[in-house]
């Protein structure tokens, strides 16, 4: 029978034969989870999602994403799954309206020549409003604010109908209004529509109040549970050793803590 | 009634303008300008090695196929370069190398037993601007229909992976071969433009219209591109021709006015 969820077990990353970027990774979501990866830089936060989308191939453990192995079956795991890269690996500088980079997520699950049709538009306004952007959808990327960027790669991943959402720091360069209603969205993602949610992210306050699974990592796994079982002096201090605790406040001893 | 050669001019300059036109914006978006011009040089290799083929081999298959055939070969092996990790000015720099090398090689081997076919060779990269044959035409015609059915097919992926390659390969889009289409293209572009207009004429157009047209445009880059590419070719053959200067000159001189026009719009803007 067919895992429904994601699987790894005793997952290593080792770049350039020397560097370990995750050891031993074992974790095991169940479908339907809404969870956050958090640790410092260098954690292998993001490493663990390109394992998880099929684009990096672990060099040791075993991986089972919905039934596939994503570097192996990359067909039917990038249908499954939709990843949502880091703001700062896309090039703003290419002229691309809204509409066009949501459709492309549509069309890229056909196979070429890939020709967009009335319906094709129709179901992108839709996204689109969902994720309330429909406004922008003649507007290039490059002229949008931060968190309206983000909400177009979002739409971009949705508009595929995936059953995981892999998103690489969502949160960064946005204020901290946006990060709570981006945090917001993702959780209707999860609650109305049933699309498995996972965070990589620096920082977790945002989404605390919709109880995410936490996974504190760094390298290898120190934690997994909720928000009030992880976010703990004691177990924060064995990734973020410069933890400091006030009342009603923890200071992971890091810039973006 | 209209000069024979200047009419032949004219559908020249019509077709390589709509060639670069079409072409130049991709390049641009794609980070593959620098390519493009390199891949020019790789066209006197081709032409080295037809000719070291036919003179040294005794195979006598025409010194077009056989450059073609080669320079699609190093666009192939530059874009695998670059899928294999080398930043694409790198990939290309390896691959003149190469080719250099061999030109250099082979063209020892060419000149002992024949004191023309150097020249030959020459020939392929100088272009026939001036005296456009119709044998240029119908090579204009057929790059500039195979260009644009592939742009016309694959423009949306190739300007999506320069947008974000990362995101496309985890879509499932097959980012490799995008990049062979996107490099076949600059081939087909290199060598058409090097055998008909000339290796000086080819670097002058290739660039210009898409680097101009998007620096006035972030929506019509594509119509603008065809229109700036028509008024350098177009203008700069005709100019040529009636003050009797090289073609390139002529290029030279359209695509640098050119380039001041679109600054004094910009400023305008």
Known sequence: MKFHGIKLKDVTVIFNSKIRALENVSIELKSPFYAIVMGPNGAGKTTLLKVIAGLLRPDKGYINVYGYVPYRDKGPVSKLVSYVPQLIQVDESIPL????IVLMGLLSARKAPR?????????????????????????????LSGGLKQRVMIARALVRKPKLLLLDEPFSMLD?????????????????????????AHEVSPCVPFEPLVILLNKRVYAVGKAHEVLRPEILRKVYPGTMEFKNLIVLGEDHG | MVDPLLMRVLIASLLSGVLVGISSPLLT??????????????????????VYLYYVCGVSIPMIYIALMYVITVAILTAELVERGYPPDTAAS??????????????????IK?????????????????????????????????????????????IYIAFDELGARSMGLNVRLYRYVLYTVIAILAITLTMTIGIIAAHITIAAPGALALQLSRRKYT?????????????GYVFAYITYLPPSGGLGIFAAATLILSELLKVKR
């Open chain 2, 94 to 111: 390896v691959m003149i190398a190469i080719s250099s090398a061999i030109t250099v090689v082979l063209s020892y081997f060419v000149a």
């Open chain 1, 97 to 100: 309206l809204v509409k066009d």
């Open chain 2, 114 to 158: 024949s004191s023309i076919a150097i020249a030959q060779a020459w020939s392929l990269v100088v272009g026939t601007s001036s005296i456009v044959t119709i044998s240029d035409i119908s090579l204009l015609i057929v790059a500039t229909t195979v260009v644009g059915v592939l742009v016309l097919f694959f423009r949306r992926e190739i």
């Open chain 1, 176 to 200: 901290f209004h946006m990060k709570c209603e981006l945090a917001e969205l993702l959780y209707r993602l999860y609650s109305e529509m049933g699309v498995d949610i996972l965070i990589v």
């Open chain 1, 115 to 143: 020709i967009a049709f009335k319906e094709d538009y129709e179901y992108v306004d839709k996204i689109l409003k969902v994720l309330e952007i429909d406004r922008c959808k003649e507007c290039l990327f490059s002229e």
């Open chain 2, 223 to 235: 119509q603008l591109s065809v229109l700036i590419a028509l008024i350098i070719t177009l203008g």
């Open chain 2, 29 to 50: 978006l794609a980070k593959t300008l620098l390519t493009g011009l390199s891949m020019i040089h790789n066209v006197l290799a081709g032409g080295i090695l037809a």
